[in-house]
């Protein structure tokens, strides 16, 4: 739908130019504030920041217990 490139002729090129410039950088700047925001919040409230493996290791557990082998779903296998 968008162009990445700007046409050679277009009489605004060089402007458009510029402009994809500034975006690339405040976009930059935005994700790194809402990220340092994000962090900030989330260690005021005690809350860690986790890969999903060690998610799953701390969590896991919790629900071991309450399945039974047969309601854990089976490898597939080659046909």
Do not use: C
């Not at 399945?67 to 296998?77: C, D, I, Q």
């Amino acid at each position: 739908m968008f162009k990445s490139t700007i046409e050679e002729g277009h009489p605004f090129g060089k402007e458009l130019e510029q402009l994809n410039e500034v975006v690339e950088e405040f976009g930059g700047v935005v994700m790194d504030v809402e990220m340092e925001e994000d962090i900030a919040s989330m260690s005021q409230k005690g809350l860690a920041k986790l890969h999903v493996t060690d998610y799953l290791d701390e969590i896991q557990p919790l629900y071991s217990g309450l399945f039974e082998s047969r309601y854990l779903s089976m490898p597939t296998a080659w046909i």
